[in-house]
């Protein structure tokens, strides 16, 4: 098979942890036969320092010729003076937007070894294995109409959703929750907003064609709660894009870093695949950002959008071992450095890399 895939570094750690993800993926494409067709593009900041838009067309253009985009981080508080709309993080945006995916899967899972890292007592967190869908293309991020009108001291954003745009997330995530323990957790603030009344009111409709599957609803200030309390009762999330923002980075709490939560979002023209986490400006060229949440999101990418399932179970698999041999990148060391050998992006990407080629031989 030729897997033809757009990277897209981007700003930050994002260009290092990219060259890692792709190496793993090199790797485990490689090992199964297969051809991976790369072809790079500028996002985000860079873009805007060398061709005047966070989103340039060609970037655009290729992105829609590919069959997967694989993308790094954006943004730099060098453009904070920016308007929204011109800054690095409106090349994501536009980009989302462009590609169509509206199901933005964030799987939230503690790999044994890391529970020491979280604050969370490991009684709590042990085995916790959480599909956050977060919608990627309603809500606050889109809605019009929105301004910050300066003379008047007064800025505003709509928080809106149609019928149709929580029809489609809600279905994606009722068909994961029957591949997985059938229990679907939505979130809302349906006793404030009407825009969550009608998402509770379409999620709980959606929820009839599916009667294998459990729906709960949840209020998004206690489920910010109950996700530390009690993680592990949770399956498939479905959430709102604001909320899911919020709510995932707090959830990668128990993953004890939010560098190693993966995401892809399906069900639009092509896929996109990008980290959880940011582009950490002061983190980078220092050989230090940890590239795992970056090489889980290739083997989402094989999984996702080539069903090379062999190939990412060997990457998931390969991390999970080189953790359990000790190595961990700083963020993932400062609580426990006994006994562990912590390695840079570069050292730890071709630890990983390593182990995949064993995994696949
Ligand atoms: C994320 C990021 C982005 C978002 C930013 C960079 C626009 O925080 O992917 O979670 O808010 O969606
Ligand atoms: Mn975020």
């Known amino acids: 098979?030729?897997?033809?895939?757009?990277?897209?570094?981007?700003?930050?750690?994002?260009?290092?942890?990219?060259?890692?993800?792709?190496?793993?993926?090199?790797?485990?494409?490689?090992?199964?036969?297969?051809?991976?067709?790369?072809?790079?593009?500028?996002?985000?900041?860079?873009?805007?320092?060398?061709?005047?838009?966070?989103?340039?067309?060609?970037?655009?253009?290729?992105?829609?010729?590919?069959?997967?985009?694989?993308?790094?981080a954006v943004g730099d508080d060098k453009f904070n003076a920016l308007p929204?709309?011109?800054?690095?993080?409106?090349?994501?945006?536009?980009?989302?937007?462009?590609?169509?995916?509206?199901?933005?899967?964030?799987?939230?899972?503690?790999?044994k070894e890391l529970t020491v890292n979280s604050p969370l007592r490991p009684e709590i967190i042990d085995g916790t294995d959480i599909m956050f869908v977060r919608e990627l293309l309603g809500g606050l991020?889109?809605?019009?109409?929105?301004?910050?009108?300066?003379?008047?001291?007064?800025?505003?954003?709509?928080?809106?959703?149609t019928r149709g745009e929580v029809e489609r997330v809600a279905r994606t995530s009722f068909q994961l929750a029957q591949k997985r323990r059938k229990l679907v957790t939505s979130v809302d603030k349906a006793n404030v907003l009407e825009v969550s009344q009608l998402w509770r009111d379409t999620v709980t409709e959606v929820a009839k064609e599916f009667p294998d599957v459990t729906l709960e609803h949840q209020f998004v200030d206690a489920m910010s709660m109950h996700l530390m309390k009690r993680p592990r009762d949770?399956?498939?999330?479905?959430?709102?894009?604001?909320?899911?923002?919020?709510?995932?980075?707090?959830?990668?709490?128990?993953?004890?870093?939010?560098?190693?939560?993966?995401?892809?979002?399906?069900?639009?023209?092509?896929?996109?695949?990008?980290?959880?986490?940011?582009?950490a400006p002061?983190?980078?060229?220092?050989?230090?950002?940890?590239?795992?949440?970056?090489?889980?999101t290739a083997a989402m990418l094989l999984r996702h959008s080539f069903a090379l399932e062999a190939e990412a179970d060997a990457i998931v698999k390969a991390v999970r071992k080189v953790l359990e041999a000790g190595f961990r990148t700083q963020d993932l060391a400062r609580t426990n450095p006994e006994g562990l050998t912590v390695l840079g992006t570069r050292e730890m990407g071709a630890k990983v890399r390593e182990m995949v080629k064993k995994l696949l031989k």
């Open 84 to 111: 929204t709309s011109k800054r690095p993080e409106a090349g994501l945006l536009g980009l989302r937007a462009a590609l169509g995916g509206f199901a933005n899967l964030r799987p939230v899972f503690a790999f």
């Open 282 to 296: 002061k983190h980078a060229n220092k050989n230090i950002a940890n590239p795992l949440a970056t090489i889980l």
């Open 141 to 161: 991020y889109y809605g019009q109409p929105r301004e910050w009108n300066k003379e008047k001291g007064e800025a505003f954003n709509t928080m809106r959703y």
């Open 1 to 72: 098979m030729k897997l033809k895939v757009l990277v897209t570094p981007g700003d930050g750690i994002g260009p290092e942890i990219m060259e890692q993800g792709i190496a793993v993926l090199q790797e485990a494409t490689q090992a199964g036969g297969h051809t991976l067709q790369l072809d790079y593009k500028r996002i985000g900041g860079i873009a805007i320092e060398q061709d005047g838009t966070p989103l340039p067309p060609k970037t655009l253009a290729a992105a829609l010729d590919s069959e997967a985009v694989f993308l790094g």
């Open 234 to 279: 949770f399956d498939v999330v479905v959430v709102e894009n604001t909320f899911g923002d919020i709510l995932t980075d707090e959830a990668s709490v128990i993953t004890g870093s939010l560098g190693m939560l993966p995401s892809g979002t399906v069900g639009g023209k092509i896929n996109l695949y990008e980290p959880a986490h940011g582009s």
